[in-house]
């Protein structure tokens, strides 16, 4: 059974920086797409970012120019490095694979809180 587990989620002040990690835990087919998404209360889950197996990457404008998406193929994980941060970033993030046969994958949220 394939799980996602996240880590990183926590407080920061405007301005600073938060690394979010996604690993794969249990056996899954090769990941086509590692993605990013957050949801605040009240809104609708969006994209923040995404990154393929080949290296194309897609940015929510909101966050291009503040946040990466680097992934680790051999060790099936994908991070949201989260630069300049704002208030308006606060939310739930989850991660998201989708796996080369077809198959979504999601972890459980990790909050993230931007106030000072």
């Known amino acids: 059974q394939v799980q996602l587990v996240e880590s990183g989620g926590g407080l920061v002040q405007p301005g600073g920086s938060l690394r979010l990690s996604c690993a794969a835990s249990?056996?899954?087919?090769?990941?086509?797409?590692m993605g990013w998404y957050r949801q605040a209360p009240g809104n609708q889950r969006e994209l923040v970012a995404q990154i393929t197996s080949g290296g194309s990457t897609t940015y929510a404008d909101s966050v291009k120019g503040r946040f990466t998406i680097p992934r680790d193929n051999a060790k099936n994980t994908a991070y949201l490095q989260m630069n300049s941060m704002k208030p308006e970033d606060t939310s739930v993030y989850y991660c998201?694979?989708?796996?080369?046969?077809?198959?979504?994958?999601w972890g459980q949220g990790t909050l993230v809180t931007v106030s000072s």
């Open positions: 249990g056996s899954i087919f090769s990941i086509y797409v």
């Open positions: 998201s694979f989708l796996s080369a046969n077809g198959v979504f994958y």
